[in-house]
């Protein structure tokens, strides 16, 4: 294993530890929050930036998931790897039924279908009160732990969803460069092609719609316990819409931007919804000026920027 | 039994005129210049503000719906020579994050200069009130809507079918190449296009105001019930859309009148396996892959 | 001999034109054979139809004395028939070995595989390296194939339907605008592959198919005028109308 190949995994840690020790609640929980819904932005960069697949219902599998946990933690507790594990079958799951209806149509009718797909998600969890507590969501949730230890606090959380973090972008970077991921890129490239290679489109993009769900899954069961809270919010299509902005923001298939590209984002929707009423305007602003002036994203702009510094 | 079914007929097609006209606009956008809108739904919503307004100030009410026509359609001209125009050779997600993020914009815009409660007009006096069919009441005005959105959709079928002007849209949607050997200039024709598929939006809201009346999220619902009647139509095809926006309309409807809670997603999931089992919509138009 | 490809009264209308009507082939194992005609006579057409690109209103396709009328491209790919396509079809933002690798890894069996993938991929460059060698283009194997000129584009398109080791290889118009030294290059490649691999070959230059195939069938307005040795092909006097006398004039 090379130098390289480490040293990154590694600086993140460190820079984790450094930021767990130093930062306050406050900052800990939105540091959580920016790395979950990261860690979702970038199993959505799977399916964008090398399968060319714009899912406008990308929060379905993210959010389904959060509800799963939470509903599971109300009767079962909130153990860690119960909730990963519920969470990851669950996005897999819904990405499955997904699949099958959205992967079936050319590329408009796909970012079509999946819309409607996550409105019928977002349907589900809005209008079953029983279970999803409707408009108003889950709250009360138990705070998480792992046997003996309780996970609940601000530190453990925002450690917990770094390791998610660092783990899905090593997942991330090992499928792309893998046959599949490959394949992938190929039935974006020239889906013509791939099927005179003897690949089916299909399965190709179905299993990585599987592998974006699961992705998206575990983000999505740790995300209620951040705030203890899970509302029908987190399935809804502007969801979707915002996790393709934070996605270009940061730079569609350049993995960590996803994170970047969140925390900007999320950042700035804290930050000026603190300071204006008009917080949408602004962030609407944000999107459009994204497109025209950036659409290459800032994880490009910035590579573009310590390139130069490096080659006079 | 037999009124209250008729009823319900009546206001599924109330309902598919709205769907008809905004539907129209966004697919002759999409199938002409693969253009995707996701801020259709603020054209509707803007149409319905401006008709609140003008019927509250006393005007001619019968200007109410060329005013919002006309308003939109301009709104929709400037926003076509910025920026919307130098999008149309882009990706879609490149178009999609654009609209969608102006759809947000206008719809803050929209929240601050109108306020978030909702309107409802204050309907003319000749349209007001109740007719009764088979001892059901029925409100006046949704037959206006009928009757207006079917007239107009009726019109505009002429404009492309018996038009020179609706020839040259329809050979630009199925090869645009043809059209530009021809000589003309796809880029006036885009924005003519543009300019009445915004003014059909607005005109769909300033006469659905009556009926749905105006708050900040009725574009949005608007916009995917739009965008649904257009996919399940089938790409650039006048009569799909018609049809669709009569399944849809009624299969909302109708999911109303027997799911009334779960009625969106009774309706959504019949639309889905409607788009299964024929994948390019109801009337498919030919596709050349090779 | 006995028949690899059976094509049996095929045919394939667009609307009211019919671009193939009624075309009854057959294609014997470890023969060339030519497909010719003019421009628009249905050749590509009929090309789709026999890979699964395009179904046919009638007729039926046998391959290997299996019927294969209802199997997706893929899976026609499976069975051993590969194309490769008019205007070269690749992957422009990949590098050339990383196209080749692509139709390698699917034909080992390792095209959607992810964990153990490594030793797939390696494989399936060694396999690529060893195509890249063979037609001289090694040096540009980190290309983009963006960045490649046409001639070595079309060379491209060539080896990558050759990483799938086709039982019967389909070639449309595999040298158009090729310089001939080009031309001569890549025939000669297909030639040493062509041991054990039958091929279908569409092509505008005449002379060609009379020097490379053992028979040649000739397309025109969608039918077939006639299918024989190229002695006999030259001789037979509804060609010579149709085609060969268009050209000779
Ligand atoms: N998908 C299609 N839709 C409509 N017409 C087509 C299609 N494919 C081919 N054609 C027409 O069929 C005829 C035969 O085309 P083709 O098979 O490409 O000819 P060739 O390869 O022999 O030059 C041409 O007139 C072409 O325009
Ligand atoms: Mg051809």
């Given at each position: 294993?090379?130098?390289?190949?480490?040293?990154?995994?590694?600086?993140?840690?460190?820079?984790?530890?450094?930021?767990?020790?130093?930062?306050?609640?406050?900052?800990?929980?939105?540091?959580?929050?920016?790395?979950?819904?990261?860690?979702?932005?970038?199993?959505?960069?799977?399916?964008?930036?090398?399968?060319?697949?714009?899912?406008?219902?990308?929060?379905?599998?993210?959010?389904?998931?959060?509800?799963?946990?939470?509903?599971?933690?109300?009767?079962?507790?909130?153990?860690?790897?119960?909730?990963?594990?519920?969470?990851?079958?669950?996005?897999?799951?819904?990405?499955?039924?997904?699949?099958?209806?959205?992967?079936?149509?050319?590329?408009?009718?796909?970012?079509?279908?999946?819309?409607?797909?996550?409105?019928?998600?977002?349907?589900?969890?809005?209008?079953?009160?029983?279970?999803?507590?409707?408009?108003?969501?889950?709250?009360?949730?138990?705070?998480?732990?792992?046997?003996?230890?309780?996970?609940?606090?601000?530190?453990?959380?925002?450690?917990?969803?770094?390791?998610?973090?660092?783990?899905?972008?090593?997942?991330?970077?090992?499928?792309?460069?893998?046959?599949?991921?490959?394949?992938?890129?190929?039935?974006?490239?020239?889906?013509?092609?791939?099927?005179?290679?003897?690949?089916?489109?299909?399965?190709?993009?179905?299993?990585?719609?599987?592998?974006?769900?699961?992705?998206?899954g575990a983000a999505g069961s740790l995300y209620p316990f951040v705030n203890l809270y899970v509302g029908p919010q987190s399935v809804h299509w502007t969801l979707s819409a915002t996790m393709i902005i934070m996605l270009v923001i940061g730079g569609v298939g350049s993995l960590w931007g996803a994170f970047l590209g969140t925390a900007v984002y999320l950042a700035l929707q804290t930050y000026v919804?603190?300071?204006?009423?008009?917080?949408?305007?602004?962030?609407?602003?944000?999107?459009?000026?994204?497109?025209?002036?950036?659409?290459?994203?800032?994880?490009?702009?910035?590579?573009?920027?310590?390139?130069?510094?490096?080659?006079? | 039994?037999?009124?209250?079914?008729?009823?319900?007929?009546?206001?599924?097609?109330?309902?598919?005129?709205?769907?008809?006209?905004?539907?129209?606009?966004?697919?002759?956008?999409?199938?002409?210049?693969?253009?995707?809108?996701?801020?259709?739904?603020?054209?509707?919503?803007?149409?319905?503000?401006?008709?609140?307004?003008?019927?509250?100030?006393?005007?001619?009410?019968?200007?109410?719906?060329?005013?919002?026509?006309?308003?939109?359609?301009?709104?929709?001209?400037?926003?076509?020579?910025?920026?919307?125009?130098?999008?149309?050779?882009?990706?879609?997600?490149?178009?999609?994050?654009?609209?969608?993020?102006?759809?947000?914009?206008?719809?803050?815009?929209?929240?601050?200069?109108?306020?978030?409660?909702?309107?409802?007009?204050?309907?003319?006096?000749?349209?007001?009130?109740?007719?009764?069919?088979?001892?059901?009441?029925?409100?006046?005005?949704?037959?206006?809507?009928?009757?207006?959105?079917?007239?107009?959709?009726?019109?505009?079928?002429?404009?492309?079918?018996?038009?020179?002007?609706?020839?040259?849209?329809?050979?630009?949607?199925?090869?645009?190449?043809?059209?530009?050997?021809?000589?003309?200039?796809?880029?006036?024709?885009?924005?003519?296009?543009?300019?009445?598929?915004?003014?059909?939006?607005?005109?769909?809201?300033?006469?659905?105001?009556?009926?749905?009346?105006?708050?900040?999220?009725?574009?949005?619902?608007?916009?995917?019930?739009?965008?649904?009647?257009?996919?399940?139509?089938?790409?650039?095809?006048?009569?799909?859309?018609?049809?669709?926006?009569?399944?849809?309309?009624?299969?909302?409807?109708?999911?109303?009148?027997?799911?009334?809670?779960?009625?969106?997603?009774?309706?959504?999931?019949?639309?889905?396996?409607?788009?299964?089992?024929?994948?390019?919509?109801?009337?498919?138009?030919?596709?050349?892959?090779? | 001999?006995?028949?690899?490809?059976?094509?049996?009264?095929?045919?394939?209308?667009?609307?009211?034109?019919?671009?193939?009507?009624?075309?009854?082939?057959?294609?014997?194992?470890?023969?060339?054979?030519?497909?010719?005609?003019?421009?628009?006579?249905?050749?590509?057409?009929?090309?789709?139809?026999?890979?699964?690109?395009?179904?046919?209103?009638?007729?039926?396709?046998?391959?290997?004395?299996?019927?294969?009328?209802?199997?997706?491209?893929?899976?026609?790919?499976?069975?051993?028939?590969?194309?490769?396509?008019?205007?070269?079809?690749?992957?422009?933002?990949?590098?050339?070995?990383?196209?080749?690798?692509?139709?390698?890894?699917?034909?080992?069996?390792?095209?959607?595989?992810?964990?153990?993938?490594?030793?797939?991929?390696?494989?399936?460059?060694?396999?690529?390296?060893?195509?890249?060698?063979?037609?001289?283009?090694?040096?540009?194997?980190?290309?983009?194939?963006?960045?490649?000129?046409?001639?070595?584009?079309?060379?491209?398109?060539?080896?990558?339907?050759?990483?799938?080791?086709?039982?019967?290889?389909?070639?449309?118009?595999?040298?158009?605008?090729?310089?001939?030294?080009?031309?001569?290059?890549?025939?000669?490649?297909?030639?040493?592959?062509?041991?054990?691999?039958?091929?279908?070959?569409?092509?505008?230059?005449?002379?060609?198919?009379?020097?490379?195939?053992?028979?040649?069938?000739?397309?025109?307005?969608?039918?077939?005028?006639?299918?024989?040795?190229?002695?006999?092909?030259?001789?037979?006097?509804?060609?010579?109308?149709?085609?060969?006398?268009?050209?000779?004039?």
């Open positions: 294993m090379s130098l390289s190949r480490l040293a990154l995994p590694m600086a993140g840690l460190a820079a984790m530890a450094a930021v767990a020790a130093l930062s306050g609640d406050f900052q800990l929980r939105f540091l959580a929050e920016i790395l979950l819904i990261g860690t979702a932005v970038l199993s959505l960069d799977l399916l964008i930036g090398f399968g060319g697949l714009i899912s406008l219902g990308h929060a379905a599998l993210f959010g389904s998931a959060a509800y799963a946990a939470a509903i599971a933690a109300q009767h079962l507790g909130a153990s860690l790897p119960v909730m990963l594990g519920i969470g990851i079958a669950m996005g897999t799951a819904v990405a499955a039924l997904m699949g099958l209806v959205i992967l079936r149509a050319g590329s408009l009718f796909l970012l079509i279908l999946a819309l409607l797909f996550g409105q019928i998600v977002w349907e589900i969890c809005f209008h079953w009160r029983e279970v999803t507590g409707g408009a108003d969501g889950l709250r009360g949730l138990p705070p998480l732990s792992l046997g003996p230890w309780a996970l609940g606090d601000a530190r453990s959380l925002f450690v917990l969803a770094g390791l998610l973090a660092l783990g899905s972008l090593g997942v991330a970077r090992s499928f792309v460069a893998s046959p599949l991921g490959r394949a992938l890129i190929g039935t974006r490239e020239q889906p013509i092609r791939m099927q005179a290679l003897g690949y089916t489109l299909f399965s190709v993009r179905f299993r990585a719609l599987l592998v974006a769900g699961a992705m998206a919804g603190a300071w204006t009423d008009r917080w949408q305007l602004c962030v609407g602003l944000l999107f459009v000026l994204t497109v025209l002036v950036m659409p290459q994203g800032l994880a490009s702009g910035f590579l573009r920027l310590t390139r130069k510094g490096r080659t006079p | 039994m037999m009124g209250y079914a008729a009823i319900q007929v009546l206001n599924a097609l109330s309902f598919s005129a709205l769907l008809l006209l905004t539907g129209l606009g966004l697919s002759v956008v999409l199938s002409l210049m693969n253009f995707v809108n996701l801020a259709h739904g603020s054209f509707y919503l803007l149409g319905s503000y401006i008709a609140v307004h003008w019927l509250a100030s006393g005007a001619p009410w019968w200007m109410a719906f060329p005013v919002a026509f006309l308003a939109t359609a301009l709104a929709g001209a400037l926003l076509e020579r910025f920026p919307l125009r130098a999008f149309y050779a882009r990706p879609h997600l490149m178009q999609v994050l654009l609209t969608y993020g102006l759809s947000v914009i206008f719809a803050d815009l929209m929240r601050w200069g109108f306020g978030a409660q909702i309107l409802s007009p204050e309907l003319p006096e000749m349209l007001q009130g109740v007719v009764f069919l088979f001892d059901m009441p029925f409100p006046l005005y949704r037959l206006f809507i009928i009757g207006a959105g079917f007239a107009m959709a009726l019109a505009l079928w002429l404009l492309f079918d018996r038009t020179m002007w609706g020839a040259v849209v329809r050979a630009a949607v199925s090869d645009r190449g043809i059209v530009e050997t021809l000589g003309i200039d796809t880029r006036r024709l885009f924005a003519a296009v543009f300019m009445l598929s915004a003014g059909l939006g607005g005109l769909s809201g300033a006469l659905g105001a009556g009926m749905l009346a105006a708050y900040p999220g009725l574009d949005e619902e608007v916009l995917i019930l739009a965008l649904i009647t257009v996919v399940v139509g089938g790409l650039g095809s006048f009569g799909g859309t018609v049809l669709s926006a009569l399944v849809v309309g009624f299969a909302l409807t109708f999911s109303k009148v027997w799911f009334p809670e779960f009625a969106n997603l009774a309706a959504f999931s019949a639309m889905i396996a409607l788009l299964l089992a024929r994948p390019n919509g109801l009337v498919a138009p030919p596709l050349r892959q090779l | 001999m006995t028949a690899l490809l059976q094509v049996e009264g095929v045919g394939k209308r667009f609307g009211e034109f019919a671009a193939i009507s009624d075309v009854t082939l057959d294609l014997r194992g470890g023969e060339t054979l030519g497909l010719i005609g003019p421009n628009g006579a249905g050749k590509t057409t009929l090309f789709n139809m026999i890979t699964g690109f395009l179904k046919p209103d009638a007729g039926s396709l046998r391959f290997d004395g299996a019927a294969i009328d209802r199997l997706a491209p893929a899976q026609r790919v499976a069975r051993g028939l590969v194309r490769s396509f008019q205007k070269p079809m690749l992957f422009p933002a990949l590098a050339l070995r990383e196209n080749i690798a692509m139709a390698a890894r699917q034909h080992a069996g390792r095209g959607l595989s992810w964990w153990g993938g490594a030793r797939a991929t390696r494989a399936a460059n060694d396999e690529a390296d060893r195509l890249l060698i063979e037609a001289g283009l090694q040096h540009r194997a980190e290309a983009r194939v963006a960045d490649l000129a046409y001639g070595e584009q079309r060379m491209a398109d060539l080896l990558i339907a050759l990483a799938l080791r086709p039982r019967l290889l389909l070639l449309d118009e595999p040298t158009a605008g090729l310089a001939p030294d080009e031309a001569r290059r890549l025939l000669a490649i297909i030639r040493r592959h062509d041991e054990g691999t039958s091929v279908m070959l569409i092509t505008h230059e005449v002379e060609i198919a009379f020097a490379a195939c053992d028979r040649i069938a000739v397309l025109n307005l969608g039918r077939l005028l006639c299918l024989d040795t190229p002695a006999a092909v030259q001789a037979h006097p509804a060609v010579r109308e149709a085609y060969l006398g268009a050209l000779a004039a």
